[in-house]
């Protein structure tokens, strides 16, 4: 790719399309270990908190901490394409699978930046048998239900990344 007319079709298709990033509509209801409660639920109870879990909000930490990286990485996104080097469906999958990466990190060192587990959750978590004290890492479900997809702008699902063990 290395003509002008191919150069302006593939930002083209980067201007008709959207990677979206996180617990995707499609997986909303996927459950993990506690058959009670949809990956989707478990997400927004953590990320904005209820009566009883304080917000933890894993994606907005790993978006707002990281926004000039994103700003950053999206612009050599696109250098590389307007150099031949990509195409603007790679550019979005490369894009989608930067900030998936953010967020798996945000969620892996939530031990770091959010509220700890209280000891009423901590005493529970032990006599349901998990040796597992940290948080928002229980079964790793939430770290292996974060995905990307792109998107047309009619909403058309044009590509959607596998789950992945981390």
Do not use: C
């Not at 506690?34 to 989707?40: D, G, R, S, V, Y």
């Not at 959010?114 to 597992?132: F, R, V, W, Y």
Request: hydrophobic share 40%.
């Amino acid at each position: 790719m290395s003509n002008l007319v191919d150069i302006m079709n593939e930002l083209d298709y980067m201007a008709l399309h959207m990677v979206e990033v996180g617990i995707l509509g499609i997986d909303g209801d996927l459950k993990g270990d506690n058959p009670k409660t949809t990956i989707l639920e478990y997400a927004v109870y953590n990320g904005f908190g209820t009566k009883h879990i304080p917000p933890r909000p894993f994606m907005r930490n790993a978006i707002e901490s990281n926004s000039q990286a994103i700003s950053n990485y999206i612009e050599a996104r696109v250098n590389d394409i307007l150099e031949g080097q990509i195409t603007g469906r790679k550019a979005l999958m490369q894009i989608g699978e930067y900030i998936r990466g953010l967020i798996i990190q945000s969620i892996a060192t939530a031990t770091n930046w959010a509220e700890p587990l209280s000891s009423k959750t901590l005493k529970a978590k032990l006599k349901e048998g998990s040796n597992n004290d940290k948080t928002l890492i229980e079964d790793r479900f939430l770290i292996k239900s974060i995905r990307y997809q792109i998107t047309s702008k009619t909403g058309k699902i044009v590509y959607l990344s596998n789950f992945r063990e981390v």
